[in-house]
């Protein structure tokens, strides 16, 4: 069965960090390139970020860039999404997704896969 899971949101202070982790199974996530994604309440989903599968070139959205970075452990099936100084607004449910290919894109519809997302409150 094809699934990704994410782990690591939480409820986080303004300035703090978290780790976000996307762990694949029933696949691997070799040939995948992986996003991440964010959807606040009453807002569209945003695309924050995304790694190739070839080279692992990486990609981050204006709103993160410099905060956020992302990151893949293909051994461990893995790819992560560390982020930094946390401002209010990053509060959202974070998903990823695995799009076959050497993709390097946060257009959603590029994805076929989807974990079932973390919650991520930045709040004092």
């Known amino acids: 069965q094809v699934q990704l899971v994410e782990s690591g949101g939480g409820l986080v202070q303004p300035g703090g960090s978290l780790r976000l982790s996307c762990a694949a199974s029933?696949?691997?996530?070799?040939?995948?390139?992986i996003g991440w994604f964010r959807q606040a309440p009453g807002k569209e989903r945003e695309g924050v970020s995304c790694?190739?599968?070839?080279?692992?070139?990486?990609y981050s959205a204006d709103s993160v860039k410099g905060r956020f970075t992302i990151s893949r452990d293909n051994a461990k099936n893995t790819v992560y999404l560390q982020m930094n100084s946390l401002k209010p607004e990053d509060t959202a449910v974070y998903y990823c997704?695995?799009?076959?290919?050497?993709?390097?894109?946060?257009?959603?519809?590029?994805?076929?896969?989807w974990g079932q997302g973390t919650q991520v409150t930045v709040s004092s």
């Open positions: 029933g696949f691997t996530l070799d040939y995948y390139a």
């Open positions: 997704a695995a799009g076959y290919g050497d993709l390097l894109t946060v257009v959603a519809d590029e994805y076929d896969h």
């Open positions: 790694i190739s599968s070839s080279d692992g070139s990486t």
